[in-house]
């Protein structure tokens, strides 16, 4: 990360679990900054680590000042979110893996969706000033909002066009949510965090580590198995469930692993242990 973002114009926000701004600061500082005054543009981290009582620590780490640790903000978490957005939030949840580790949420505010054949039928072209509009009709702006299109094959450089020009090209619909569980132990207060932080989401990546047939072998290691992985799936109510890091003894078994975890999500009862 450092080699390609030493020297842009870049703010890179980091989140994890409770000593990660310590971690953080240990590994930049693993290194001589005695040149990070030659460059112009300035790199910035903003580091947060996240407690088991939901409150937020964050320091400031900065290329220009040779990466020394600047202390930030600490404050409580509101539903445990991490990180506000105009397009969209991520919350966190502390875990349990034998130590502290973090599954993630990420929801939309809204989806905001454009439809390439309509922008042809108005003679638009696709590029980067979709995101503008995007986030014009997120944050429900006025249909008199300019929005400055990008040129196409044989158009001017720049034009403005009024928001409500362009309402047609685009649909809007609730917004979506993606959670991310990994390296976690198959434990009831895990279980019940995990269900409250990604309950409907659209689509949930979880760990697998072990076969059902190998439980014993899962909790020595604070892993789930892909029982537990479909079980919380469907307790949780969401849409899809994406297994994956499965242990290398399950080489070859993939097709194995993901029918397990399918058979628990669409039929099997949550068991409690």
Request: contains cysteine.
């Amino acid at each position: 990360m450092l080699r390609l973002l030493v020297g842009r114009q870049k703010t890179v926000t980091l989140i994890g679990p409770t000593g990660f701004v310590d971690r953080v600061g240990h590994k930049l500082l693993a290194y001589d900054w005695n040149l990070a005054g030659r460059y112009a543009s300035d790199l910035v981290f903003l580091v947060t680590e996240v407690d088991a009582n939901g409150t937020a620590r964050t320091a400031r780490f900065r290329l220009n000042t040779a990466f020394r640790r600047e202390e930030m903000a600490t404050r409580e978490l509101n539903d445990g979110i991490v990180h506000a957005a105009p397009m969209f939030r991520v919350s966190a949840v502390t875990l349990e893996h034998r130590i502290p580790c973090l599954a993630f949420a990420v929801e939309e505010t809204v989806h905001v969706n454009v439809w390439k054949t309509r922008l042809s039928d108005l003679g638009l072209p696709v590029g980067p000033w979709l995101r503008t509009l995007k986030r014009a009709v997120t944050e429900e702006r006025p249909d008199d909002y300019s929005i400055i299109v990008d040129a196409g094959p044989g158009e001017k450089p720049r034009r403005r066009m009024p928001l409500g020009a362009l309402r047609e090209v685009v649909t809007v619909s609730p917004g979506q949510k993606i959670a991310y569980v990994t390296d976690v132990a198959d434990t009831p207060a895990n279980r019940a965090a995990i269900v409250r932080l990604v309950r409907d989401a659209d689509i949930l990546f979880i760990e697998a580590a072990f076969a059902e047939a190998d439980a014993e072998l899962a909790a020595g290691r604070a892993h789930l198995t892909t029982a537990a992985a479909g079980e919380i799936a469907r307790a949780a109510a969401v849409r899809r469930v994406e297994p994956f890091h499965f242990s290398p003894r399950y080489t070859g078994e993939e097709e194995r692993m993901l029918s397990e975890v399918a058979a628990a999500f669409a039929s099997h009862p949550a068991r409690t242990r």
